[in-house]
């Protein structure tokens, strides 16, 4: 973690604190923490109290070594009841495919406490010594703070995390998309079970399937994907070669659903021999059913290619070039001729093939950026307005408002008090 520092470590902290006003923990991969990345508030007085045991310490590094494990596995913020029965969430950090640490905050409650839940905390502390007085008045003391908003917390300081860390977030987000597959499939097991159908292979589902690659429906095609997998995991539970044998029929579909959409074959079939190969090389379900899933986004991906290769190659530059470009004063003529296209051809193309003019489009890229700015810096609205591209401020707030519908001062102000816990008194 050393990569994270101080100074950065520093930047999120006050962030997330203007926002949700908790204090934040940072440990290594083994749960041990990191004290130059921590709060000087981080452990409030109910944790003083249960780690100054030394079970209660053990076992709260334990709590800490599993958390970090299974954040990082899944790649998403891992949200639990720690073993003294309070909240506690650790959000992973990750640059690539190595493993940095955690990031944890919470020790909260769900809700305010009541005598029931002061019994469940004493017994989940069997075997560490605490005044039931001293206890009571320590859970008192825990900010409450509903369900909803630990989740979006969680959220927040992932994004936050990752952005000022510059961590690489391909792999932490693939572990996430293959956590949430296999959500997708689990509910899918469990409505077959309660159905109690008859084994029967979906071969409808393959030719909706067939339709939805042909059409480039990502978000329909995955859903069906995700079905078939469930059928076949249901059926056929742990059995690793039949699950491959299946994918190896899926994939002809996914193949045949290309070529029908305008993707040449022998592209089709130098891509499958290095699917096939990739087949062999996997050894467990998880990784099986997150591969064919990224197999399926590449052959859609092929048909979008095949069907607007031309068009898409003309305005990618104009894309590339706002991207680029945004926070300096550019006109509709410089982005023009980074295109090589003249100004009317390409505002043609770009609302044919974006759905939106290219005045819009650069509009909206620098309003986003700015909400990023309004939440995440504690720059003023006019060195914000010129940050992302606008050299009038009035001009930036009427445009922020009408694409926001508020001011940028009142969706800074809105936001926070969208964040802001109570904390019992």
Not at 97 to 108: E, H, I, V, Y
Request: hydrophobic share 40%; aromatic share 8%.
């Amino acid at each position: 973690m050393k990569s994270l520092g101080r100074e950065k470590f520093e930047r999120i902290e006050g962030v997330f604190r203007r926002h949700f006003q908790l204090g934040l923990e940072t440990t290594d991969n083994e749960g041990k923490v990191i004290k130059e990345l921590c709060s000087g508030d981080c452990y409030p007085e109910f944790c003083e109290v249960v780690r100054s045991s030394r079970t209660g310490l053990r076992r709260c590094n334990q709590e800490r070594r599993r958390s970090v494990k299974i954040a990082i596995e899944t790649g998403q913020s891992y949200i639990t009841i720690c073993h003294a029965g309070i909240v506690l969430v650790c959000v992973p950090v990750m640059d690539r495919d190595r493993a940095l640490g955690g990031m944890f905050f919470g020790k909260c409650l769900w809700e305010p406490a009541t005598e029931m839940l002061i019994e469940d905390i004493e017994k989940r502390l069997k075997g560490i010594r605490v005044e039931r007085i001293k206890l009571t008045a320590a859970v008192g003391k825990l900010a409450v703070i509903p369900g909803r908003m630990v989740h979006n917390a969680a959220e927040f300081l992932f994004d936050l995390l990752y952005e000022v860390g510059g961590y690489d977030t391909r792999v932490i987000r693939w572990r996430r998309q293959r956590a949430e597959q296999q959500s997708q499939i689990g509910e899918f097991i469990q409505e077959s079970k309660k159905l109690g159908a008859d084994w029967r292979y979906p071969l409808e589902s393959e030719r909706e399937l067939l339709g939805k690659v042909k059409i480039g429906d990502r978000t329909g095609a995955k859903e069906i994907l995700n079905s078939i997998l469930g059928t076949i995991l249901f059926h056929n539970p742990g059995e690793l070669g039949v699950l491959k044998g299946r994918l190896l029929e899926l994939l002809s579909i996914l193949s045949r659903a290309a070529v029908e959409g305008g993707v040449n074959i022998d592209v089709i079939l130098e891509k499958n021999l290095t699917y096939v190969n990739k087949v062999t090389e996997i050894n467990n379900q998880e990784d099986l059913c997150a591969w064919i899933s990224t197999a399926l986004d590449e052959f859609i991906e092929m048909v979008y290619s095949h069907q607007d290769a031309r068009k898409v190659t003309q305005i990618r530059p104009a894309i590339n070039y706002i991207d680029a470009n945004y926070d300096k004063p550019i006109t509709l003529a410089d982005i023009a001729k980074a295109s090589y296209l003249s100004a009317s051809r390409l505002a043609h193309i770009f609302k044919e093939q974006m759905g939106i003019t290219l005045i819009d489009y650069l509009t909206s890229v620098r309003i986003e950026r700015a909400k990023q700015l309004l939440l995440a810096t504690e720059q003023n609205c006019t060195e914000i307005c010129f940050q992302v591209g606008y050299n009038n401020q009035s001009y930036f707030t009427r445009t922020f408002k009408e694409l926001v519908g508020m001011t940028p001062r009142q969706f800074r102000i809105r936001n926070q008090r969208r964040e802001r816990i109570s904390t019992p008194l």
